[in-house]
């Protein structure tokens, strides 16, 4: 048996690139020659020990947005062929679980075996791997799982046509956010402290850009929309301090979408009449259903999402505790492993 070079995860701030025995693959398993693996947020908590979501198991092989070339498959896989470039869906579901059969396996109680993407090689169930278009690059492609995230996000926002819709954050998850909501016939306002940022946003025609650093966000909201407040709001940080701003921007039957999770934990501040007398409607987006996963890839396939403006990192494996380092430190917008 053959070795694959890996990223491991030893404990907080302990990553070592190691050899371990490459997978076997059976029934309906794809083994992925992993090209690209973009780091996410989540990834950068495990690696900083921040306490979230996830309890890790060291050692532990982190990336879950995938892209490569299918190398093998088990014996029961028919749809994907060696050769294929896909883009893959790490997440196992159940597909027995109480979300997984009412369509919200986003939310799957049963979660299968992650193999992580930040290593040579991957494998996953044939249903969770897509082809992907000889124009679409693995990087582009990386992103599939990002977008599938915001898509799940939108779905819970339901924009109508006209509506004002503003995202709170522009980073790669408020500029993919952003484009999607330019799909809906939106108006929208980005927010950021970061001018970067905020040209990109509107390079990718966001409707009114705002730095709240030097202008006043709710006067400028109110401008736009007559004094009524936005339709939507997308909070597209992890931060409390986004989340209280959204909920004080907020007007009457305001829809608002806690999409960063916050760690470390915390609490906020909330009046309830608040809620009674605006109709207010709060809630939150978490992960990707496989069918959102899908709709994904065939928004990058068709080109009718661009990631390229969004990339702005590369390194190859060898070098990922710099590419942590560069989210860390929110150089840039996305960094992805090349491997
Ligand atoms: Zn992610
Ligand atoms: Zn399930």
Redesign the pocket.
């Known amino acids: 048996m053959t070795n694959l070079r890996a990223a491991l995860l030893y404990g907080p701030n302990d990553i070592k690139i190691e050899d371990i025995p490459k997978y076997e693959v059976e029934g309906d398993e794809v083994l992925i020659r992993v090209k690209a693996c973009?780091v996410?947020?989540?990834?950068i908590r495990l690696y900083l020990g921040v306490k979230s979501a996830w309890t890790p198991h060291y050692p532990m092989i982190l990336g879950?947005?995938v892209a490569g070339v299918v190398e093998d498959v088990g014996e029961n896989v028919n749809n994907i062929c060696v050769g294929d470039r896909v883009a893959v869906d790490m997440m196992i579901r159940c597909g027995k679980c109480h979300y997984c059969l009412i369509g919200k396996d986003n939310l799957c109680e049963n979660r299968g075996p992650f193999y992580g993407g930040f290593a040579e090689y991957t494998k996953a169930p044939k249903r969770n791997v897509f082809k992907i278009p000889s124009d679409l690059t693995f990087q582009e492609a990386s992103l599939a799982?990002?977008l599938a995230?915001c898509i799940n996000s939108i779905e819970k926002l339901n924009p109508q046509y006209g509506e004002n819709i503003l995202i709170i954050g522009a980073g790669p998850m408020g500029l993919l956010h952003l484009q999607l909501l330019k799909l809906k016939g939106v108006s929208v306002i980005v927010s950021d402290l970061i001018d970067e940022r905020l040209k990109i946003a509107r390079k990718l025609r966001a409707d009114e850009i705002v730095n709240p650093l030097k202008e006043d966000i709710e006067k400028k909201i109110g401008k736009l929309t007559n004094g009524r407040g936005v339709d939507g709001i997308i909070v597209a940080v992890g931060s409390e301090k986004a989340i209280v701003q959204s909920i004080n921007l907020a007007g009457k039957l305001t829809r608002i979408i806690f999409f960063g999770a916050v760690w470390p934990k915390t609490e906020i501040p909330l009046d309830p009449n608040l809620l009674h007398y605006k109709e207010i409607i709060l809630t939150g987006a978490h992960g990707r259903t496989l069918k959102q996963f899908y709709q994904a890839v065939n928004l990058l396939s068709t080109k009718k999402i661009i990631v390229k403006p969004i990339i702005t990192h590369t390194y190859p494996l060898e070098r990922i505790r710099e590419a942590f380092e560069t989210v860390v430190k929110k150089i840039g917008l996305k960094t992805i492993i090349t491997i």
Do not use: F, L, Q, R
Not at 40 to 43: F, G, L, Q, S, T
């Open positions: 973009g996410c947020p989540a990834d879950h947005e799982e990002p995230c």
